[in-house]
C-alpha cells in the first residue's frame, strides 16, 4: 500500500507563511507527475499547483508568484511554500502524486494525501 501523509497546515494571520509538506511511504518505483490541491466545505476541489517528474511547474492564477511548489524525490516529499498568505487562501489542503507500484508495469496509481488545514485569519 501507499499512503501519503501531509503536515504543516495551521492558523496563519495574512501577510505570513507556511511551509506544507506530503510524504509518500510504501511500495514505491518511481513517482510521476505531483500537485496540491485545495477544498472548501461545498465547494469543487481546485488545482493549486502541479510540478512534473522532470521539474517542470503550473500554478493556478490566484496563487502565482506567492506559491512555490517542489519536490525532494530522495525522500518520496512534495512541499508547498506559501507566502503572502490570503483570506482566500483558507481551505484544506491535499497533495497528490501518481505512484508506479510495479517494476514491470508503466502505469501509475492517483494516490491522495488526508488533508492539511490552511486558515489565515487576523
Known amino acids: 500500500q501507499v499512503q501519503l501523509v501531509e503536515s504543516g497546515g495551521g492558523l496563519v494571520q495574512p501577510g505570513g507563511s507556511l511551509r506544507l509538506s506530503c510524504a509518500a511511504s510504501?511500495?514505491?518505483?518511481?513517482?510521476?507527475?505531483m500537485g496540491w490541491y485545495r477544498q472548501v466545505p461545498g465547494i469543487e476541489r481546485e488545482l493549486v499547483a502541479t510540478i512534473t517528474r522532470g521539474g517542470s511547474t503550473n500554478y493556478a492564477d490566484s496563487v502565482k508568484g506567492r506559491f512555490t511548489i517542489s519536490r525532494d524525490d530522495a525522500k518520496n516529499t512534495l512541499y508547498l511554500q506559501m507566502n503572502s498568505l490570503k483570506p482566500e487562501d483558507t481551505a484544506v489542503y491535499y497533495c497528490?502524486?501518481?505512484?508506479?507500484?510495479?517494476?514491470?508495469?508503466?502505469?501509475?496509481?492517483?494516490?491522495w494525501g488526508q488533508g492539511t488545514l490552511v486558515t489565515v485569519s487576523s
Open positions: 497528490n502524486m501518481r505512484v508506479k507500484v510495479s517494476a514491470v508495469l508503466s502505469g501509475y496509481l492517483e494516490v
Open positions: 510504501g511500495r514505491i518505483f518511481g513517482i510521476n507527475n
